[in-house]
């Protein structure tokens, strides 16, 4: 089955005869043969005019060649984030962020348990969480290789992970929100000018509550509500939040550090599908972060519940008036899913899911409102083109051309922006749509080299796929997701790789590996609770016991280590190598413990000896010739 041809599209023609949004029924049934639909989809187009190319075309990767760019991409809820070699495809390495990982201790460790939260007994506050979009810090526009942050949409928090050692630093819980979804950096902050550096991150709470979410209200709608959150990315705090009507799915920022926005798959405020179908249009609600930022300083804001956090109303009711709102709600397509702001810091683009079109949103017709220039929100939209079926995601190339992901059609489209502003003037001969190319199967996010900055190369576009059904080997009921390789360099899409995921990644960035500057081995002066020759060995309390123990391969520093039965022990192990890549394991039966160290890095443990017996502490990570002789003896006394 050809699924173009199936929905009355010719790749690269127009579409033509589907004018309009769908209605309010029409969006029902749409989104009640999404199943139908993927199935259908087996078969599509595999002769199409984008064929695949041949395996191992000029894409490859050879053996000890290095790739040009960093994938990081999330991990949906395996809690994680990912970092993948482009165009090669190579895992390189899995973050734990909100996940437990027993190979690098990340929830086993004292120091990763302070990062993730505890609860008054030392243990996990949460041990799942569910990452949707990861995005880097910036500079001048571009990314400047110092942060990634990735959000947990399940309990609502913001990670932040150091791009120097690939790992998460900072988790900060964001209060009175709930279905924390869409993120997004600032990419410059206008307030002081000479900082041109991600000082914020912007975040989307997706589900309504009541506020407080206290067990009071629970069925008066109008104590329920979402907020829109402002975090300081220095010191992963609070700055402030929006209340607003409807809720926030994804985030976009401006170049200018001026506008942020989201947009909004339920202005009805409704708690059930039928409700959230009420409205013919859904918006993209805008953010003028300097009047929030100058009411909270002059302290016209309430907070909520034992919130600290100083919160603004961004309520259409209070924001009427655009040259004192806060707040401006631009009309889009009905259920967008995304918003994205092209290279040029121009336009922000909306799709929208349960219509066949995306929005393209001028930034300077949104100024303008707020300066009481433009008449009606709606006015700042200015193109609506028509671009097939379930768009989800747009992506750029830098070349004033965009790529959506059309979830119920199986493709990617590729679509002029500047022919799509002529034809909504009114140029009948505007050629918007300029190809299609067949993706397998029902795509959801995409993402471009460098798209989102100022520096999109239009080298290659990633389709992360939602299903893959025959592509991949059946592994049972539980498919690999498909993360396809587009090429975007010449006139014309070529799909260049297949990679499988494991489930279930969302979005990413794509980033060239010059960005990436990641140190090789610690500075053991950076821990505090380094152990050195000076301070190693056993040191006792009543029954606190502190072990200090060194590591160099292929030894511990101590053979034999004994302790009581029922004392607290803290482990704490530092690496003493030297050499890049030489990383050493730590594991102790029965105890639950293993975790590693990296040369010069230093990490504990804390544990209760409730049971005796004699247990070999061992090296988990290959190190050297002699890896399997490193070991101590770990005494438990009865």
């Not at 190190?623 to 070991?631: G, K, N, S, V």
Request: aromatic share 8%.
């Amino acid at each position: 089955m050809d699924s173009s041809k199936d929905n009355g599209v010719d790749n690269g023609a127009e579409q033509s005869g589907r004018r309009g949004f769908l209605s309010k029924s029409a969006a029902l049934g749409l989104a009640g043969v999404t199943l139908g639909l993927v199935a259908c989809k087996e078969e599509a187009a595999k002769g199409g005019e984008a064929a695949p190319q041949k395996a191992g075309a000029s894409k490859e990767i050879a053996p000890g060649q290095l790739d040009d760019y960093y994938a990081f991409t999330s991990a949906g809820h395996g809690g994680e984030a990912r970092v993948v070699g482009l165009p090669s495809g190579r895992t390189l390495k899995r973050i734990p962020v909100f996940n437990t990982d027993c190979m690098v201790g990340w929830g086993v460790t004292n120091e990763s348990k302070a990062i993730m939260g505890t609860k008054a007994d030392g243990s996990l506050k949460y041990t799942t969480g569910d990452t949707h979009h990861v995005h880097g810090s910036y500079k001048d526009g571009t990314y400047d290789g110092r942060w990634l942050f990735v959000n947990d949409k399940i309990h609502s928090r913001l990670a932040r992970i150091r791009m120097d050692t690939m790992e998460c630093d900072k988790i900060v819980e964001l209060p009175n929100v709930m279905g924390f979804h869409g993120l997004f950096t600032d990419k410059c902050d206008p307030v002081d000018t000479k900082i041109n550096y991600t000082t914020r991150v912007f975040c989307g709470g997706e589900f309504h509550i009541p506020l407080p979410n206290d067990g009071r209200d629970l069925d008066d709608p109008s104590k329920w509500g979402t907020l829109f959150s402002c975090v300081n990315a220095e010191t992963m705090e609070l700055k402030w939040q929006c209340r607003i009507d409807g809720n926030n799915d994804l985030v976009a920022t401006s170049y200018d550090g001026k506008l942020a926005a989201s947009n909004q798959y339920n202005t009805e405020n409704a708690a059930d599908l039928n409700g959230m179908m009420s409205a013919e249009r859904d918006a993209c609600v805008f953010f003028n972060i300097e009047r929030i930022e100058a009411l909270v300083k002059a302290g016209k804001f309430t907070t909520i519940g034992g919130s600290k956090v100083p919160v603004v109303d961004g309520r259409k009711a209070a924001n009427s008036d655009p040259k004192t709102a806060v707040t401006c709600y631009v009309p889009v397509g009905k259920n967008p899913h995304g918003v994205n702001a092209s290279p040029d810091g121009k336009y922000f683009v909306c799709s929208g899911k349960l219509s066949p079109t995306a929005t393209v949103i001028e930034l300077k017709r949104v100024q303008a409102w707020f300066n009481g220039e433009l008449k009606e929100p709606r006015d700042a939209v200015v193109a609506e083109p028509e671009i097939g079926l379930g768009p989800l995601h747009t992506a750029f190339d830098g070349k004033g051309n965009a790529y959506t992901s059309l979830f119920l059609d199986s493709q990617c489209v590729k679509w002029n922006v500047d022919a799509a502003i002529a034809q909504f003037k009114g140029d009948k001969t505007a050629k918007v749509i300029i190809e299609k190319m067949d993706v397998h199967y029902q795509p959801g996010h995409n993402y471009s080299s460098m798209g989102e900055t100022k520096e999109a190369d239009g080298k290659y576009l990633n389709s992360g796929n939602k299903f893959s059904k025959d592509r991949f080997l059946p592994v049972g009921p539980l498919h690999p997701e498909t993360e396809q390789l587009v090429d975007i360099s010449g006139a014309k899409m070529r799909l260049v790789a297949d990679h499988t995921a494991y489930s279930e990644p969302h979005d990413g960035i794509i980033v060239r590996r010059d960005i990436v500057k990641t140190r090789q081995i610690y500075n053991m002066d950076d821990f505090p609770n380094a152990v050195k020759p000076e301070n190693a060995g056993i040191e006792r309390h009543g029954n606190k016991v502190h072990v200090r123990l060194m590591s160099q391969a292929p030894a511990y520093s101590m053979p034999i280590i004994k302790v009581k039965k029922g004392d607290e022990v803290t482990l704490t192990l530092t690496n003493h190598d030297k050499v890049e890549d030489l990383t050493h394991g730590c594991a102790l039966p029965t105890y639950n413990i293993n975790f590693i160290v990296n040369p010069q890095e230093t990490k504990s443990v804390t544990f209760k000896a409730d049971h005796a017996g004699a247990f070999w502490l061992y090296c988990t990570h290959f190190c050297h010739a002699l890896h399997l002789e490193m070991r101590s003896r770990f005494l438990v006394e009865a």
